[in-house]
């Protein structure tokens, strides 16, 4: 079964500090995706970042990164400079074939002044 | 473009009772995708469509039934509403190609469902 794994359940960051979200997944698949959703309080569910698999360069949107680790299966999202609006839920997604999303448990972060 | 539309934002209902959650997009995307988010948790897979016509079980499947009749289109029924089935549900879309290109899923905006 294709699994996703976050480990951290809660982290805490101050306003301008770099923060390092963690994710592992399992499966066979040697071509898939991975995404980093923002859940924020309002419940929507915003698309922060996305990596596929067959490329080894890892995804940069602003102040969001990825480290991509295929061989480790592992997809840790880093925030830099943190902002108030970065708290929310954060979910590590993996897509199997067929494109159904399989989730993370969430990592909430909470950044603080 | 809209994108991907939910209703109702908000709804009670009593044990046994039946509703449909609506969901439109107005992207033409073909897959589709229902999922709930139970509290403190990440989101199950309910039921999705590759398809007008066609549809397929999640992983959470028992209570609930869908249709697809049109490409925008992607009803959630519950039929006998149950305290299990609290929740938020949330709709999602993506374009899918016959290649399989996996794009990222465009999300509703939600709709909590609370079963007293």
């Known amino acids: 079964a294709q699994t996703v794994t976050q480990s951290q359940p809660e982290m805490s960051v101050q306003e301008a500090e770099t923060v390092t979200l963690s994710c592992t997944y399992d499966?066979?698949?040697?071509?898939?995706?991975l995404f980093w959703y923002k859940q924020p309080p309002s419940r929507q569910m915003i698309l922060v970042i996305r990596?596929?698999?067959?490329?080894?360069q890892n995804a940069t949107e602003n102040r969001f990164s990825v480290n991509f680790q295929k061989a480790a299966k592992s997809f840790s999202l880093k925030i830099s400079d943190s902002q108030l609006g970065d708290t929310a839920m954060y979910f590590c997604?993996?897509?199997?074939?067929?494109?159904?999303?399989?989730f993370g448990t969430g990592t909430r972060l909470l950044v603080s002044p | 473009n809209a994108g991907v539309t939910q209703t109702p934002k908000f709804r009670i209902l009593k044990i046994g009772q039946s509703m449909t959650l609506q969901c439109t997009q107005d992207?033409?995307?073909?897959?589709m995708y229902w999922y709930r988010q139970d509290p403190g948790m990440g989101l199950k897979l309910i039921y999705y469509?590759?398809?007008?016509?066609?549809?397929d079980k999640g992983e959470v499947p028992n209570g609930y039934n869908v249709s697809r009749s049109t490409t925008e289109d992607f009803p959630l029924r519950l039929e006998l509403a149950a305290p299990s089935q609290t929740s938020v549900y949330f709709c999602?879309?993506?374009?899918?190609?016959?290649?399989?290109?996996?794009?990222?899923?465009?999300f509703g905006p939600g709709t909590r469902l609370t079963v007293t």
């Open positions: 999602a879309s993506t374009p899918g190609t016959h290649r399989g290109v996996r794009n990222e899923q465009y």
């Open positions: 499966t066979s698949e040697s071509n898939y995706y």
């Open positions: 990596q596929e698999a067959y490329k080894q």
């Open positions: 997604a993996f897509t199997p074939p067929f494109q159904k999303l399989v």
């Open positions: 992207m033409n995307h073909n897959y």
């Open positions: 469509s590759v398809g007008a016509g066609i549809t």
